[in-house]
């Protein structure tokens, strides 16, 4: 049986499975309904905060729609800032790699910050998600 830790990892990259394979019911499933987004890009100013599951489901799919390249989401460094039987706080870097026209190229890396609850059915979900771009891409 799988321990909390592992889930929570496993909610994690399921959703950088559900972006790079396009599966909507894979993404949403990670996030809570209320769950917040804020993304900050190293340079930049901060975006406003995306709210809900579904403004995130739309920020998500009109990302997509634009995408002409094959992304991969590699999630990796996994360092559990707190953890309790039902709320977890954990940091994972993000390298983002993308292949068009039969070449593979570094988009950007950075660091995924999510705070998790888990639900009555034993899910971990994403309540919080702020991450913070090294670079734009």
Known sequence: MATDRELIEETICQFAWGYDTAN???MSDV???DAV???AITGADPFPPFEGKEGLMGLFKGAL???TDQRRH???NFIFESEGPSEAKVVSY???IATADGATSLLSA???HDELVKDGN???RITKRHIALDSAY
């Open 122 to 124: 034993g899910k971990w």
């Open 74 to 76: 590699v999630v990796s």
């Open 24 to 26: 909507d019911d894979l």
């Open 65 to 67: 729609a634009e995408q």
């Open 31 to 33: 996030f809570t309904d």
């Open 110 to 112: 950075g660091v995924y």
């Open 37 to 39: 987004l804020t993304i």
């Open 94 to 96: 993000l390298t983002l």
